[in-house]
């Protein structure tokens, strides 16, 4: 197969109109193309297509074409689709899941299963609108209170009491400020090079200390102590949350994580057995007086 590239354009799609009508192009090798036909004779077509963030104009010779189908591009199909969903309708957004699948369009499969979570509980807040729970916004999970939510408990480092900080530094032990001289320059602010046009050694700013002469003490980086060997100068030990496992969530107690509200009988067995039980009957009401 022998295609011509007749220009290459190098555009950013904001700046560029969006192309709504496409073409898709089969050829005799396998390959598909899609994108807008320019023009067309009776031995080439000129069509231009989407690369990336750029468009391409590209010269096809008719008898390469094994099939040309006039439609919308696929993006552009997509966006309208998304467009179009509501923000309930599960049924829709899973049917678009499977069009991306199925036209290999990875990117946009993405974008669509991260929506997919918040669809399914608008969905679930739609088909039970008295009933979804809102302790837990109808999520089936609340945050972990113990973690608040991180999946994590930090623990104070024992060896630094959570300062994150060792031994006093020797690098800088006596120093202002922790402030070093510069081993590049020396402490000078410049240091001389050679340079090839000029032919000679030229002085230079020192790029390490920003021609200060000066630089913090790259040990301890200006805290005049080390880091704790034991935390790594963290100050803490994150440990997973026992309550969570760190999930970060637990179990909504008020929908037992359907997202529904369980009812209160249903939630407490003891009660739905004390409604079998048979009332005590009634005394007999007598009328005549029995002393009488």
């Known amino acids: 197969m022998r295609i011509l590239i ?10 560029m109109p969006e192309v709504l009508a496409a073409d898709v192009i089969l050829l005799k090798s396998g390959k598909k193309l899609e994108g807008k036909i320019l023009s067309e004779s009776a031995k080439e077509l000129k069509i231009e297509v989407v690369i990336g963030k750029s468009r391409a104009v590209m010269v096809l010779q ?3 074409i094994e099939k040309i189908t006039r439609g919308e591009l696929s993006t552009a199909e997509f966006t309208r689709r998304l467009a179009a969903l509501k923000p309930d309708d599960l049924k829709g957004y899973k049917e678009l899941l499977a069009w991306c699948h199925e036209k290999k369009m990875f990117n946009q499969e993405k974008m669509v299963l991260a929506k997919l979570p918040a669809v399914e509980i608008e969905a679930r807040k739609k088909e039970n609108p008295e009933k979804w729970c809102r302790l837990c916004d109808a999520l089936g999970k609340a945050p972990c209170k113990v973690c608040e939510g991180s999946g994590a408990i930090s623990n104070p480092c024992t060896r630094c009491a959570g300062t994150g900080a060792g031994k006093k530094c020797v690098t800088c032990a006596g120093v202002e400020d922790s402030l070093l001289d510069c081993r590049r320059c020396g402490g000078a602010g410049t240091y001389e090079r050679f340079d090839p046009v000029q032919g000679k050694k030229v002085k230079t700013r020192c790029r390490d200390c920003s021609g200060k002469g000066k630089i913090v003490c790259p040990i301890c980086k200006g805290r005049k102590r080390s880091e704790c060997k034991e935390c790594s100068g963290k100050g803490t030990f994150p440990e997973k949350c026992e309550d969570c496992g760190g999930e ?18 249903a939630a407490d067995p003891s009660k739905k057995q004390g409604d079998q039980k048979e009332k005590p ?11 009488g």
Not at 6 to 15: E, H, K, P, R, S
Not at 248 to 265: E, F, H, S, V
């Open 6 to 15: 007749i220009g290459f354009c190098v555009l950013f799609l904001l700046l």
């Open 62 to 64: 008719l008898k390469e």
């Open 248 to 265: 970060k969530a637990l179990t909504c107690k008020g929908c037992a994580g359907t997202g529904i509200t369980i009812p209160k009988d």
């Open 281 to 291: 009957k009634k005394k007999p009401v007598v009328d005549s007086d029995p002393f």
